[in-house]
């Protein structure tokens, strides 16, 4: 990151930033992507499965990857300020921090997440393909969050392009993974869907080892001296705690509410299980979009307002959301025009397609409201405000889709479509709160007579 002095150098500047996280993004989501629709293609029944699985699998992923991406503003504000030398350390608490979080999704994937899936009313082969999955899946735990924190230094350091290269490879370490262990090719046991998540979890494991070397041959990370271990330092751990619980506990209320929609369909065919679950990972695919609108101004916002360039924020906001609305035209575009062919991606049954074709209909709307919610979510991170959003986000998200949902799918005939509907509908709601506070925070700031107080502005918008 570096400090700019017109629109055009902010705009290009954030341009660069976005990008390389666009692609990264894209190679993050793909990793459900590849194991979902590989496993499609093997047959409908693993796809059920793996689908469920992943249904339980992402909110905690991404709760506790969230948390590890609270190091992106603490370092991005260290930089504003001059202080290089608390780089290294912080980084390193972060890695401490993600192998303690690795414990607990370890826990949820062998204790929680059999006992909840024998609870559904699914065939017996689709929980058992389930079950098979996670646990393989849970081999690349660790690596994963490790990955996480080293991701969340280079995009904080504006090194965004190094982090999309990483990630990139690992799309064809887990397609080559896959297509060995879901198939068996080559002498290697045919697994089915549960496979994929071996295959996947192997993939994270080279893709964390090539990152470490990475990390101490790149010359420009010599001078945050990241080759010194740090000791452990309990208050700086309690500080991304502290800042990354509700980042993680915003993203986890919003994913959850997905998966907890996808659970309660459960009572459905696994016919349109699989459908639904298709589609909405193709949805997920496309969310790659605004996420990494949301992660850019978390680091040109986090930045500016390090530096008490108050205004140099809200001119990147205005650059951000306008680029987001300009990237969603695009998508739409995309998904509406070649939905049925997308559809073709899972499946090839010409009933399975149609339907999934009509489930991607309503993802339009997803894309639509995503791209007016999740970049607020990063502008409100870049400000460390990240307690108040996290309710907001409870708030829109679980007191709004599931008993909508609910009440639409009892008292109408709208069936599964009555869940998406719900979905949209807390999505748009979502997006209004986040929008206030937002308004609430750019007031206070416009009132404040000396900007250097900006840690007593922190203090009364946290607490």
Known sequence: MYSTQNKKEKILLFLKIFFPILIYQFANYSASFIDTTMTGQYDTLNLAGVSMATSLWNPFFTFLTGIVSALVPIIGQHLGQGKKNEVASDYYQFMYLSLGLSLILFALVFL??????????????????????????????????????????????????????????????NSGFNYLLIYGKLGFPELGGAGAGLGTSLAYWCVLFISLYVLQKQERLKEFKLNQLSPLNLEKIKEGIVLGLPIGGTVFAEVAVFSAVG?????????????????????????????????????????????????????????????????????????????????????????????????????????????????LQGILRGYKDTV????????????????????????????????????????????????????????IISQQNDFNQIDKYKLKTLN
Do not use: C
Not at 117 to 125: D, H, I, K, R, Y
Not at 134 to 154: E, N
């Open 112 to 173: 929680a997440a059999p006992v909840v899936l024998q609870s559904m009313s699914l065939e017996f082969a689709v929980k058992d393909i389930a079950i098979r999955y996670l646990r393989l899946l849970a081999i690349g735990i660790i690596p994963l969050l490790l990955f996480s924190v080293v991701r969340s230094l280079l995009d904080s350091l504006g090194l965004t392009n190094l982090s999309m290269y990483l990630m990139l490879l690992l799309l064809p370490l």
């Open 263 to 375: 659970l309660i369909m459960s009572k459905f065919s696994s016919f349109i299980i699989a459908s639904h679950q298709s589609a909405m990972n193709f949805s997920s695919l496309m969310y790659a979009f605004p996420m990494s609108i949301s992660t850019a101004m978390a680091i040109v916002v986090s930045y500016e307002v390090g530096a008490k360039r108050f205004n140099d924020a809200k001119q990147y906001i205005r650059i951000g959301r306008l680029l987001a609305f300009v990237f969603a035209g695009l998508t739409l575009s995309f998904l509406y025009l070649y939905r049925e062919a997308v559809a073709g991606l899972y499946g090839q049954d010409p009933d399975f397609i149609a339907l999934t074709a009509n489930f991607l209909t309503y993802s339009l709307f997803f894309q639509l409201a995503d791209t007016f919610a999740a970049p």
């Open 388 to 443: 108040i959003p996290f309710y907001l986000g409870i708030l829109g998200y679980w007191g709004v889709a599931i008993p909508l949902g609910l009440a639409l799918d009892f008292y109408t005939l709208l069936g599964a479509y009555a869940y998406w509907i719900s979905l949209i509908v807390s999505l748009i709601i979502s997006g209004i709160l986040y929008q206030w506070r937002l308004k609430y925070i750019l007031k």
